[in-house]
């Protein structure tokens, strides 16, 4: 079985004769030394993986999984399979690499090389005792942290140019989005301003607008545009989101980024669309048109949901 997971409402609890596994309602006790399986069943081993670390027949894995898969408490996902490389240092972009990890993502790039400060040790990823390494090393140490723990086995990719997908917690740095728009590579955005998430959009080079098709949309309707984004960049306005909206913006970009690559054949959600959702929970979505004033070439009879707002 290709790297089973337990489905959604399964939990389970280790015991002094083995480990429980259950939905609340109902479930059962795993005995013997297969038991010490159940912690792997997380969907990054396959069965052969799970028989390996724990020096058990495949077999009896095998056994264990089917049984699993008949009381309904298995659920075979495949991780995704692809290279992420992450832009950002705020509190989301930590969160976001961890919960990629825990996910299932393979190949992982944290670019930003910032310095951490102490303001970014709190409440996330990072401690007190990265303050002063380079923001991407700090990240990547934790998770290897998490790996060695967990028995997983991290694979970090070499290049950026392996990267299939960019995405940012912050603004695209301009050279990072020409690069993108060069090469056609999928990019996505997500940003935690003050008390609310913007999430999107997707770019997927000609199929849909880009981020600059977006900016032109938004100057259209506020003249004052620009002067507000130059003052949430100066201000750094981003690392004063709350802990908790930092997290689920995290969620949300990883969920995102998972649909990407489960479903690259159909349109994505994303495409074209900013979701944004607030502190109070108020949820709002706009869609946009590539711009005709932006320049860039586009093939407009294949852009998956396009919409008319914006």
């Avoid at 929970?281 to 869609?287: T, Y």
């Amino acid at each position: 079985m290709n790297h089973p997971r337990f489905s959604p409402g399964t939990f389970f609890a280790p015991l002094r004769d083995g480990h429980y596994v259950g939905d609340g309602i109902r479930g059962t006790l795993i005995t013997g030394e297969v038991a010490a399986a159940i912690p792997l069943i997380n969907g990054r081993r396959d069965e052969s993986e799970i028989a390996l670390t724990l020096d058990l027949p495949t077999s009896t894995v095998r056994a264990l999984l089917s049984r699993l898969v008949d009381l309904g408490y298995l659920a075979n996902v495949r991780p995704p399979d692809g290279v992420v490389a992450i832009y950002g240092s705020d509190t989301s972009a930590q969160l976001l690499a961890l919960n990629l990890f825990l996910s299932g993502v393979k190949d992982l790039l944290v670019m930003d090389r910032r310095l951490v400060t102490l303001a970014d040790s709190g409440g996330a990823l990072l401690t007190p005792a990265e303050v002063g390494k380079p923001f991407s090393i700090a990240v990547t140490e934790k998770i290897h942290e998490i790996a060695f723990l967990s028995c997983a086995k991290p694979h970090i990719a070499p290049k950026v140019e392996d990267a299939d997908l960019y995405v940012s917690t912050e603004p695209f740095p301009p050279e990072v989005e020409a690069e993108a728009m060069r090469t056609g590579r999928p990019h996505l955005t997500s940003s935690t301003w003050g008390s609310a998430i913007t999430l999107g959009p997707l770019v997927l080079p000609g199929s849909t607008g880009c981020l600059r098709c977006q900016r032109l949309r938004i100057r259209d309707n506020d003249a004052h545009a620009d002067a507000i984004e130059r003052g949430l960049y100066l201000a750094n306005v981003s690392q004063l989101a709350p802990l908790p909206l930092a997290q689920l913006a995290a969620s949300l970009h990883a969920l995102a980024i998972q649909e990407f690559f489960k479903a690259a054949t159909s349109p994505h959600p994303l495409a074209n669309t900013v979701l944004t959702i607030t502190s109070t929970l108020d949820v709002s979505s706009r869609s946009f048109k590539p711009h005709p004033r932006c320049g860039c070439t586009w093939n407009q009879k294949s852009a998956p949901n396009q919409g008319t707002g914006l």
